[in-house]
């Protein structure tokens, strides 16, 4: 089976521009999690959904949002970009909210300038 | 909102040396999972800890969960050139917002040969 997938592997944006992220979960898997990761420091939670519906939202702005779709994919989406938006997006996927297997994908490099 | 400290936070040893990471938090943990990661890639779980006391360990390394789970170790016993990474701790609390997970800083472990 594969992992997660996630895409682009990498991505240039220019300040106020949108990007939108994209995860595949594993097979099965219903729950996907969201994780910024700034270079030096440890990722940093953003949003998690189950089941298509939101169950959790870390401290980010409104222009961070997200959404899963029927096939338990997953899009992140991020308005308006700032260069402090550059970092590694990680998409971690588990089988539900209750289960501590996350598996993570290879994350988006995603750089603002 | 809860914290959590990893340290050293930069660690750089022989090949065939010992060490210790450790991970402590003002709050109680529901539990607590050590991950590693290497450049351009997503964390990789290396072991989950539930239990205040508990002990696990994986070949070369020895998790140890703080009776009051409030604190973690990670020993590596005869370090190798493949145990460079980043390792780091990510706990899990009771209450509201208990499925994200929260992730220390990380260690950054270099092994030299």
């Known amino acids: 089976d594969a992992g997660v997938t996630q895409s682009p592997t990498h991505l240039i944006k220019t300040r106020g521009q949108h990007v939108t992220l994209r995860c595949s979960p594993i097979s099965g898997h219903k729950s996907v999690s969201w994780y910024q990761q700034v270079l030096g420091q440890g990722p940093q939670f953003i949003f998690q959904?189950?089941?298509?519906?939101?169950?959790g939202r870390g401290n980010f702005p409104d222009r961070f949002s997200a959404r899963q779709f029927p096939n338990y994919s997953s899009e992140l989406n991020v308005n308006a970009l700032l260069l402090g938006d550059s970092a590694l997006y990680l998409c971690a996927s588990s089988l539900g909210l209750q289960v501590w297997g996350y598996t993570f994908g290879s994350g988006t490099r995603l750089t603002v300038v | 909102t809860q914290l959590l400290e990893q340290s050293p936070q930069f660690l750089s040893i022989q090949e065939g040396e010992n060490l210790t990471v450790y991970c402590n938090s003002s709050?109680?943990?529901?539990?607590l999972q050590w991950y590693r990661q290497e450049p351009g890639e997503g964390p990789v779980l290396l072991v989950t800890?539930?239990?205040?006391?508990e002990v696990k360990k994986l070949k070369r390394l020895t998790f140890q969960f703080g009776d009051a789970r409030k604190d973690s170790s990670l020993h590596i016993t005869a370090a190798q050139p493949g145990d460079t990474g980043l390792y780091l701790c990510v706990a899990r609390y009771s209450g509201a917002g208990s499925y994200q997970l929260t992730f220390g800083k990380g260690t950054k472990l270099s092994v030299i040969p």
């Open positions: 800890v539930v239990t205040g006391g």
């Open positions: 959904y189950y089941e298509k519906e939101e169950r």
């Open positions: 709050s109680v943990f529901s539990s």
